[in-house]
């Protein structure tokens, strides 16, 4: 029995590793500026894991500070899945460019951000 167990996880590490090999296969064929956003994305992402890391770690002492942050990045990240949608698939947005997305993130981040700056006190 230990030797069957054995070949079913290496036939399962096999498959996972040509599920990851297919996966980046088929990323590297992605057009550049969803890998930008896509980038951006996990920026964000990062920022709102350390914010929360460091309330967690040192305490929420300036509790408004931290909440403008994590929402600030929370929020810029929601937006811009948002934008990564609307330049993914252009035929569920017809009527929407690209150019008009872009300008429409930037509006929504330059409003996200007044928001967050007034809400620091």
Same mark, same amino acid.
């Given at each position: 029995?230990?030797?069957?167990?054995?070949?079913?996880?290496?036939?399962d590490k096999r498959e996972a590793g040509n599920m990851?090999?297919?996966?980046f296969s088929s990323y590297s064929k992605s057009e550049s500026q969803l890998k930008v956003i896509d980038t951006y994305l996990i920026f964000t992402l990062i %920022?709102?894991?350390?914010? /929360?890391?460091?309330? %967690?770690?040192?305490?929420? /002492?300036?509790?408004n500070s931290?909440?403008?942050?994590f929402l600030g990045a929370v929020g810029a990240f929601v937006l811009a899945v948002c934008l990564r949608l609307q330049v993914e698939k252009p035929s569920d947005f017809a009527n929407i460019s690209r150019e008009r997305a872009f300008a429409d993130f930037v509006f929504c981040n330059l409003i996200l951000f007044f928001v967050c700056v007034n809400f620091l006190g």
């Open positions: 029995m230990a030797k069957g167990d054995a070949r079913v996880a290496k036939s990851i090999s297919s996966f %920022v709102g894991l350390i914010q /929360f890391g460091y309330m %967690v770690l040192v305490g929420t /002492f300036p509790f931290f909440l403008a942050g």
